[in-house]
């Protein structure tokens, strides 16, 4: 009897402590800075633990009743608080609030279980030896706790399932607590129903974590998961090293937060000030919104339409608060509409014009996406080009991959339209390479939007300029019945990769 | 057991209830009704719609076409479900070279030739086929991996074969363009002894031959005329970027003749006989008695004897029973790295393997899609297997389509929600030893009476191309006939 009780203690100071520790990592991965939110979360603690400690005073019938409901409380909050946190930060605003607002909630809650327990057992042991006892087995759990964390559980478990094991620890406490307390309480019928619903919950909960986590055991990306998710249509990740966040589909790197300005300044700029009175524009591809907040700093332009496969990823630009501070809310201007849809037949049944299209596709590694590089879709995309309308197309790497480039070009070019071929420098890609494409002559324009970084009227000429190891090829175009762009996409990177 | 999700389905366009009507000479009423018209296209599949093309373009209006079934389109019918259309049978058409001045007349009519170039979107998106061998998948349906040197010899040498053939002008599409008696001596043994003739014992070779004509004529190459076998390849250029095709296979095109011509085709109309006389011909159909000048006879050449009043029994027509199925898949199976393809062919299976429906779309994310699986029974006698196909029932042919999927998709039944299937007892004309040149073909193709034949199976193969030739030619002669008569009466 006095072993398992002091088990009990070991067991809820662990738990109690797993709770704090998730807040703190997780707080850490998602929002960077290490010291400050281990500090915060810390302190926020540990005052909630001295509420509930005062609290506790307040309790003064059905003592061992009320702590089986703290212990299962404990287990519910505790146990979700990760999954939960995870969820809050790829689809809310208000991500650190919940997290605050949890901390303290825990924090109250495991403020009362020491001293309810203490009075719970007093009657059954001299008061020097509760005390002496309680507390060694509490620090001892804290150690066991803190062991544990960094050693096997995070490793092994990932963040959302340890709070979730630790949870189903709380409420099997809570169980035990209704038989070494029955004759303390009443009701315990109704008291063990309750424990095994929210055990089984957090089991379901384990079990269905897994899909979360899996992703964050890969280990191709160099830095700290921050978000991870298979859509209907890829595989989201987004990760993060102190300020720069890097956004991968499908393992391919699309942006890293540091550069990216200079890829979609790139896109953007060199086509759309060259437009005297763009209203209507158009972007395909390009879910991350950072075009359209490029397109956005003309303020003619009257409208974006903006066709996008995923509506996760849509989604996730429109409503997460950290990548909406990257795109600066374009997704939520009224200018801008998205569809999520297929782009190919979406631009083969549409009619309408636009002064600027921004075709902004991962590249051509398999035939699906190779569809979207051939001289019958860009013929398609010209029919939407208004009378003074420009197309823009990310066109992989002149350097890297060089045969894929020109042959992306020349496909341009065969589709009907005069090419102006220009290529950036973004240190994450490496050297990058864009087509412009128009039914007319391109002018390059003699301004640009206040504020860019990187795109302005002095370098814009050394663009369109290719040093001999980037010089054009003769290519073949790329079509539907041989898309010759995925074998040679293929090759290119095989070459530089042995 | 294993649990596994139902799989529905059923059989579906079965039309030899109609046919043994024909065969045992059942009563029909007699007519209520009578119709006079100056020319009945008998049979609603690419060589009728074709002579109605025709007709309609040529500004004559005064037929009507007769079609048997509910739906028109013969061997090029289609189905469509809420994924996508797909084909019944015919699936594509090899890009036409240029002797098939009426098959580019139509494409052009079509949007699918336009300014000398042929329109992308119709030209068979990459990866075109693959072929399923030494439990992995290669590109092309030729074999071309594990070959010894021996195989690679016999390869080349067919190959210089060939080609001196097709140097020669004689094998042609249409057939009837480079036709001469100097070729009837290949019409005299089948495939398979004339390539024995010339050493070409390699397995891997005869299997890629008969899988070639279990694929064009439903026959094995002993069962192949080598005139047949040498037209397959030596009448196509080697080095064509194709074929032409659409989700619902040839169905695309029918779709676009019904468009013109819908007008004029009357569906579900059983001929059941046709009295030629001196002066017209009378078609019967339901309670009607048509009153025509000619008659196009574009169904199969076979139902003839049983139609038409006092025509002896026809004894160089064979043709192949058929099994196609249409398969309904909720996910994608697991594809062993290879990329989605059009055809996928299984080296050593008795089937043809299938065609994926949604391969020609323009969408780049599909997650459900429908297969269209071709079999010709070829082992054994055509009879034996009409009467295989009629006495088995649904489920064994879908777990016989299972199983030959399985080997290569061993999640096949975990993606597979339906499996409708098509029984065709005379699905094609087989080019059997003699038959290419026989009397009785070559004197039909003459069009001397009222009744014109068109079907593709008087060239003695069933391919598109042969049928749009006939049925374009019978109606040239018919309006020819009718020019004269009419100048002379």
Redesign the interface.
Known sequence: MGILLFITVLLIAACGLIYELVAGTLASYLLGDSVLQFSTIIGCYLFAMGIGSALSRYIDRGLAYRFVWIELLLGVVGGFSSALLFLAFAYSQGFQFLMYALVIVIGVLVGLEIPLLMRIIRDRYHFRDVVAHVLTFDYLGALGASLLFPILLVPHLGLVRSAMLFGILNAAVALWSTFIFANQMARTAVLRTFCVIVIAALCTGLAQAKRITQAAEDNIYADEIIFARDT??QHIVLTRFKDDIRLFLNSHLQFSSRDEYRYHEALIHPGLSAIAAPRRVLVLGGGDGLAVREILKYPQVESVTLVD?DPEMTRLFSTNAMLTGLNQKSFLSPKVHVING????WV?SNTDSFDFIVIDFPDPT????G??Y????YKAVARHLSEQGLMVVQSTSPMFARDSYWCIAETIKQSGMLTYPYHVYVPSFGEWGFVLAGHHEYKPPTTFPAGLRFVDVKGLSAMFQFPPDMAPLSMAPN?????VLVHLYDQDWKDISH | MKSEPRIAGGFVNDSFQQGHMLRDRAAFPAPKRVEKTKVVIVGGGIAGLSAAWRLQKRGFHDFVLLEMCDQAGGNSRWGENEITAYPWAAHYVPVPGRKAVFVRELFEDLGVLKDGKWE??Y??????ERLFLYGRWQEGIEPAVGLKQRDRDQFRRLEEEIHAYRGTGKFTVPMDVGFTEESADLDRISFADWLRERWMDSNILNWYMNYCCRDDYGATTDQTSAWAGIQYFASREPDE??PLTWPEGNGWIVRRLLERVGGFVRTGQLVHRIVQGRSGVNVFSGDARYDADFVIFAAPTFLAPYLIEGMAPLRSFEYSPWLTANLTLDRIPANYGA??TWDSVFMDSPTLGYVDATHQ???????RTVWTFYWALVDGSPSQNRRLLLSKDWGYWKEAILHDLERVHPDIRQCVSRIDIMRMGHAMARPTVGSIFSPERRSMKEMRGRILFANSDLSGFSIFEEAQYRGVVAAEHALRRLSGSRATG
């Open positions: 209907h249509y496969l297929d782009a190919f037949p083969d398999n035939y699906s996406l569809k979207l051939t001289t019958t879709f079509r539907l019945n041989d898309q | 992308e979107r030209l068979c998106f990459t990866p075109q970027k194709g990329d989605p779309t323009l969408r780049t994310h599909i997650e």
